[in-house]
């Protein structure tokens, strides 16, 4: 079974100077790809990094952490990704579980010293060895690395410590909304399986061009930037930050085919000014997901840039357990998660793991070949990830119907559970988005001593807007939103809070909410 690394060498030969990426600081072909992950394997070998062990990898998006993922593969080491929004706490956790022995990373990100930072986490009795600093981004040619070589490497050593496609290649984290994050154990024939479905979904082909604006080290990212596009030998746009301008003048730029977003990010850019002078008319597809899709804002993204939402529902565990396709109709598309996947074995369980699928209504669970091989090195976490008898549970809730369409009702923690009744948050971010004054919103449990739970929503405004609560309930009767849904806490923030996956943080909201609704003495 073909590698990306094999496959990358192969579009070296045929297509060498065809672009790979597409990014802010220009393209890298697929020469360069190749090349550059080759050099990077060679420097990761002679450092003494011996196949098997674990290299964190702390990068901005761009061409360049595909470089060291790559590199890394070629040098037969398993990636630590870790997401770029990642702060210190997450670093040190992540590479503390992963065992980590080296970590790439720019000198600085953000405000974080990486440097300073791996003395202090090797200092601390972690089996980290070596830090690669990229001195300059490892897709540039002059990219140079502080370690420096201890031993010399041949082509046939290196050759021969290359990962196949069942090995263990990848780590990354569930995105840490709640607590501290676990690791996700990958392999690479589950995302060329996955590619497979997201060609036939979405009816690509190689002269599509791809923008993927997730992180590269998440699911999401990794199957729209690092697999499909390599894939197919399409190239892939990818933006060092994203932000909703920059990423609507690289559609218009770059002529991009298939995006691919969280529903914040494609939210941001219908909110962003820019989009109505912003040529989109080359865009056919998005796929979305990462989190509920607001019915709403899906059919305003159709109607006002022509192209089609699509979307994989499933986890960064799991992979894919349905989708939506072109043949779907619209009701279908923007309403449902899609049928289910075949190959998948989907089934409903409740909550002692018990299959309940001809209810219609339940936790799904699956035992097919998109899933991933449980958390690494996490006996405890392993243990509520499966049933009894095997099948690995997704953490959400959903509705099953007679055509096979899957309908998300929420996350098993993302129900408001007020006077006995369950609230689902995503039904009530999916109604007060409807309020035009509101740009993103995100409901958490408010807690109560009469009722147990509260419905509270926090919102971040369109600019020059404001809104009270009564405004908001106002709006919502108008509209016959059922009164359920009716938040009976506002809070505005000027930015919600992202998680390192680039959701929403609701981890955090949950806590601020505690905070607030805390007694003062």
Request: proline residues 5%; negative net charge.
């Amino acid at each position: 079974m073909q590698t990306l690394a094999t496959r990358i060498d192969a579009l070296a030969r045929t297509q060498p100077d065809a672009p790979a990426f597409l990014g802010d600081a220009g393209s890298l072909t697929w020469r360069e790809y190749a090349e550059r992950s080759d050099r990077f394997a060679e420097h990761l070998a002679a450092l003494g990094l011996t196949p098997g062990e674990r290299v964190a990898v702390v990068l901005p998006d761009g061409p360049g952490v595909h470089v060291a993922f790559v590199g890394c593969e070629k040098a037969g080491l398993v990636v630590m990704g870790i997401g770029p929004r990642a702060g210190r706490e997450e670093i040190r956790h992540l590479v503390a579980k992963s065992g980590a022995a080296a970590l790439v990373s720019r000198a600085s990100m953000r405000e974080l010293d990486l440097r300073a930072l791996f003395a202090e986490l090797r200092d601390s009795g972690l089996p980290l060895r070596e830090h690669v600093v990229a001195e300059a981004q490892l897709d540039a040619g002059d990219t140079c690395y502080a370690a420096a070589p201890r031993t010399s490497v041949s082509a046939a050593d290196l050759a021969s410590r290359r990962l196949g496609a069942e090995d263990l290649f990848l780590l990354n984290s569930t995105s840490g909304t709640t607590g501290l994050p676990k690791c996700v154990t990958h392999h690479q024939a589950r995302w060329f399986h996955f590619h497979e479905l997201a060609v036939e979904s979405g009816e690509m082909t190689p002269r599509d061009v791809f923008f993927s604006v997730l992180p590269a080290p998440f699911g999401f990212g990794l199957w729209t930037a690092h697999f499909t596009p390599t894939a197919l030998g399409a190239p892939c746009v990818v933006l060092e930050k994203f932000t909703p301008e920059a990423a609507l003048a690289a559609i218009e730029r770059h002529r991009v085919t298939v995006l691919a977003a969280v529903s914040t990010q494609f939210i941001m850019m219908l909110n962003s000014p820019a989009l109505d002078r912003t040529d989109l008319s080359s865009l056919r597809a998005l796929y979305t997901g990462g989190e509920a899709v607001p019915y709403e804002r899906a059919l305003e993204w159709e109607q006002r840039t022509g192209s089609l939402v699509l979307q994989f529902y499933g986890s960064n565990e799991t992979g894919a357990l349905s989708r939506t396709t072109t043949r779907d109709s619209q009701e279908k598309r923007l309403t449902t998660a899609g049928r289910l996947i075949d190959s998948m074995r989907v089934r409903l369980c409740n909550d002692a793991g018990e299959d309940v699928t001809a209810s219609g209504h339940g936790i799904p669970a699956c035992r097919g070949p998109l899933a991933c091989r449980g958390y690494y090195d996490d006996v405890a976490a392993n243990a509520k990830l499966y049933t009894r008898d095997g099948w690995m549970l997704t953490g959400d809730v959903a509705r099953l119907d007679a055509d096979g369409y899957f309908s998300i009702v929420g996350r098993t923690a993302d129900f408001i559970i007020r006077g006995g009744k369950n609230i689902s948050g995503p039904a009530v971010e999916d109604a007060v988005s409807s309020h035009p004054a509101i740009a993103l919103a995100a409901a958490v449990a408010w807690p109560d001593a009469v009722f147990g739970e509260r419905v509270c929503v926090y919102a971040e405004l369109r600019a020059g807007e404001s809104l009270t609560l009564e405004d908001l309930t106002k709006h919502l009767e108008a509209r016959g939103t059922s009164r359920e849904w009716w938040p009976e806490r506002l809070v505005v923030l000027g930015a919600l809070p992202r998680a390192s996956g680039g959701k929403v943080a609701k981890g955090e909201l949950r806590a601020d909410a505690m905070r607030r609704a805390a007694p003062t003495s």
